[in-house]
């Protein structure tokens, strides 16, 4: 595995939220799942409590953008709570397309709360 630059990112910050990528992650699927603990706990306190309990109704969803560091871009993707208790990013695939991003690679994410918004970046190679 190779390690990447990191440029935002904070390796010791609480708030990270680190995914190993699965091949349903990178493939033709257009969603990414944030496990329900790491969102309740590192995104969930960050936000007002209406946009939390939003999330919590059945077909609600959250427009977030999305900043990916290396790219200096910023995707809109929709925040979703799926029929697991889990949460989804939609529109997850629009972020990969370009990258050569494959299973086995580590992505953090974070939310920043000066520029309102999720912040993405690879830090691990597979």
């Known amino acids: 595995m190779k390690r990447k630059n990191n440029g935002l990112f ?19 699927s257009d969603t990414i799942m944030i496990p329900k603990e790491l ?5 969930f306190p960050l ?12 077909d609600w969803f959250e427009m977030v953008n999305l900043y990916e560091h290396h ?3 910023i995707k809109s993707v929709a925040m979703k709570k799926d029929e697991h208790g889990n949460f ?12 050569s991003i494959k299973p086995g690679d580590v992505i953090g994410i974070w939310w920043d709360k000066h520029c309102g918004r999720l912040n993405f970046e690879l830090l691990v190679i597979a």
């Open 47 to 58: 936000w007002g409590s209406k946009r939390c309990k939003g999330l919590q109704k059945p």
């Open 10 to 28: 904070n390796p010791v910050s609480d708030w990270n939220i680190i995914i190993t990528l699965t091949a349903s992650d990178t493939d033709s």
């Open 71 to 73: 790219f200096k871009g």
């Open 39 to 43: 969102v309740e706990a590192k995104i």
């Open 88 to 99: 989804k990013l939609h529109g997850w695939h629009s972020v990969l397309r370009g990258r």
